[in-house]
């Protein structure tokens, strides 16, 4: 079901095959400022810095990669983890040149995001309106999440699609 912030998303994958790639993943391990919510770490795994070729070890996020690349028809997704610390929040934010997402949680428990004025939305596979401000509150444990961020369509083109 469609709706104006997150849509839902059957996708195929195998989730231990993904966190075991993401174990070959060096995160930068600071916690990112006013520009990035704070609380949140990350993988460099993005094609700008590690190209197509160079995803030779992570081959269940590479078929995802591509997979979703023919799917959504953009020429800039790019694949992410994301890590948000254990009892840290993300604060209300809007990203900056994501126009939207398509995120798969990994981890077993976790909040929800919550959509600013709209209140907490559960997922675990989904495209999200990224231009719309939302959060997440805090959770006793670390929540992993792929994110495959999308910069040249917008939420509605990607839903449409897909």
């Not at 197509?52 to 799917?71: A, G, H, V």
């Not at 948000?84 to 934010?93: I, P």
């Not at 992993?144 to 961020?149: A, E, G, H, V």
């Amino acid at each position: 079901m469609m709706n104006k912030f997150v849509t839902h998303l059957e996708l195929s994958f195998n989730k231990e095959l993904i966190l075991k790639e993401m174990e070959t993943i060096t995160f930068d391990t600071r916690e990112f400022g006013d520009d990035f919510p704070r609380g949140l770490i990350i993988s460099p795994l993005t094609p700008s810095e590690m190209r197509l070729q160079e995803m030779d070890n992570t081959p269940e996020i590479k078929r995802l990669y591509i997979q979703l690349k023919t799917l959504t028809k953009s020429n800039d997704i790019r694949p992410r983890f994301y890590r948000q610390l254990a009892n840290k929040e993300l604060l209300f934010h809007q990203d900056k040149g994501t126009l939207c997402a398509i995120n798969i949680v990994l981890s077993e428990e976790y909040s929800p995001i919550t959509i600013e004025g709209v209140g907490e939305i559960n997922y675990k596979c989904a495209i999200l309106n990224t231009q719309v401000r939302h959060g997440v509150k805090a959770h006793p444990e670390e929540r992993i999440l792929l994110r495959f961020s999308i910069f040249d369509k917008s939420y509605e083109e990607i839903c449409n699609l897909l």
